[in-house]
């Protein structure tokens, strides 16, 4: 069973757990001794190992008024009430797509996790940039029509990813005035400097809260500048302002 489908501990199951934790720790032989040892006990309470499952940052989906409208316009055009081309087509818009939300919206969200998620083996900056760069594939399905645009951000497989998120700023960091990794020195585990100068305290927060604000105003400037340009003719066949076909052609998820 997957950890998605499991069913949640009870409570007695879960105070079963925390006092094998505390007797292991006592006895020195809990798998995660370093929690005890390092910086004077500072993370032996930070919570069960565990990673993070995918998040949605921004998920888009096309709905029905998408197409109605390209069959309206194809019908005026046929009975010649109107001529060109027309408002929009799935290229045009998944084009605009791309430039005006998807890219600069990965840019960002990558460089978040470079900045606020603490490196040691990279394996935690690199499990959640391959799930942030899924979504690269999801503007094709998109603009096909074989599924929504989808980007996410998680820690699938990083099982350490959730006491880490809590551990204090000043520990992320690992600065230099503090005592070095009693097992590791001042290096990583690859031998690089165990330096994070910009590391934060929740994180993952940080970074999915952060990444669905920058989407809600991309998807802002879109619509005023993408859009809304696209629906005029449109609009004013059916006597109406663009923005009121803005929520009927398009679905925008934050969350």
């Known amino acids: 069973m997957s950890r998605r489908n499991r069913a949640p501990a009870t409570p007695a199951v879960r105070t079963g757990i925390r006092k094998t934790g505390r007797k292991a720790f006592k006895e020195g032989t809990h798998p995660q001794m370093w929690r005890k040892k390092k910086h004077g006990g500072a993370f032996a309470r930070l919570g069960p190992m565990g990673s993070f499952s995918n998040s949605t940052i921004l998920r888009v989906e096309k709905k029905r008024l998408f197409y109605d409208g390209l069959a309206f316009f194809e019908q005026q055009r046929k009975k010649g009430v109107i001529t060109g081309r027309g408002p929009y087509s799935n290229q045009s818009i998944g084009i605009a797509f791309k430039?005006?939300?998807?890219?600069?919206?990965?840019?960002?969200?990558?460089?978040?996790?470079?900045?606020?998620?603490?490196?040691?083996?990279?394996?935690?900056?690199?499990?959640?940039?391959?799930?942030?760069?899924?979504?690269?594939?999801?503007?094709?399905?998109?603009?096909?029509?074989?599924?929504?645009?989808?980007?996410?951000?998680?820690?699938?497989?990083?099982?350490?990813?959730?006491?880490?998120?809590k551990m204090p700023t000043w520990a992320l960091k690992h600065p230099g005035r503090h005592k070095p990794d009693p097992y590791r020195g001042r290096l990583g585990r690859f031998g690089d400097p165990l330096e994070d100068p910009n590391a934060k305290k929740g994180w993952y927060n940080l970074i999915l809260v952060n990444s669905r604000n920058l989407a809600k105003r991309l998807i802002k400037n879109f619509i005023k500048r993408v859009i809304t340009p696209e629906l005029r003719n449109l609009a004013k066949l059916s006597k109406k302002k663009p923005q009121a076909f803005v929520k009927q052609m398009f679905r925008f998820t934050t969350k």
């Open 99 to 165: 430039q005006e939300i998807h890219n600069p919206l990965l840019e960002y969200t990558i460089e978040r996790i470079g900045l606020w998620a603490p490196r040691d083996t990279g394996a935690l900056r690199d499990a959640m940039e391959t799930v942030v760069k899924r979504s690269t594939i999801t503007v094709t399905d998109l603009v096909n029509d074989t599924g929504p645009y989808l980007m996410q951000v998680g820690t699938p497989g990083i099982e350490y990813a959730k006491p880490v998120n």
